[in-house]
T-cell receptor, first 113, second 111 residues
């Protein structure tokens, strides 16, 4: 069973700061997802990574397969970035079946103006 | 497009009342479908998964059940809600070799 650990659990920063959220997992994976959950709101899928790095606006996600580690970065952070960020590990098996995803507990980010 | 429709977004139900959350998917056939729950202060945990019509597997014993009456429809139900059923429920889908897609989630409050 995959174990997914996120750090930090809580993060408060000032507007404009560079933010890094980390995610590590214990078992080799097929893909790593980063999700955003706004207070009282739904889930938004930010990235799916199998290797390397992806960028979307001010968000950057990286993954190191050998080290079983991924990071989510936010540049020029803004109060509207305040949310819970969740990483999830996805494993595909050649035989099919459904293993689903293993989720981290989330990082609660608050960006203060 | 490959999307998941999950509704309702929020729900307040009294203890002892029934529950039905529906998830439908578009853009693919024979997906694996999942229901996850996030209790307060905890991460999302797998409740049920389905690899096909009528095929349901449960990860943890609970007051809930799931059904898959059609290939692209996955329903989470309860006959009588408990206070402990409160939480955030998320539907997701994948297939081997493809990325996962997520519904928006349902925030359920049992009062």
């Amino acid at each position: 069973k995959n174990e997914v650990e996120q750090s930090p659990q809580n993060l408060t920063a000032q507007e404009g700061e560079f933010i890094t959220i980390n995610c590590s997992y214990s078992v080799g994976i097929s893909a790593l997802h980063w999700l955003q959950q706004h207070p009282g709101g739904g889930i938004v899928s930010l990235f799916m990574l199998s290797s390397g790095k992806k960028k979307h606006g001010r968000l950057i996600a990286t993954i190191n397969i050998q080290e079983k580690h991924s990071s989510l970065h936010i540049t020029a952070s803004h109060p509207r970035d305040s949310a819970v960020y969740i990483c999830a590990a996805q494993v595909w098996h050649s035989g099919g079946g459904a293993d689903g995803l293993t989720f981290g507990k989330g990082t609660h980010l608050i960006i203060q103006p | 497009s490959q999307t998941i429709h999950q509704w309702p977004a929020t729900l307040v139900q009294p203890v002892g009342s029934p529950l039905s959350l529906e998830c439908t998917v578009e853009g693919t056939s024979n997906p694996n479908l999942y229901w996850y729950r996030q209790a307060a202060g905890r991460g999302l945990q797998l409740l049920f998964y389905s690899v096909g019509i009528g095929q349901i597997s449960s990860e943890v014993p609970q007051n809930l059940s799931a059904s898959r009456p059609q290939d692209r429809q996955f329903i989470l139900s309860s006959k009588k809600l408990l206070l402990s059923d409160s939480g955030f429920y998320l539907c997701a889908r994948d297939r081997v070799g493809t990325e996962a897609f997520f519904g928006q989630g349902t925030r359920l409050t049992v009062v």
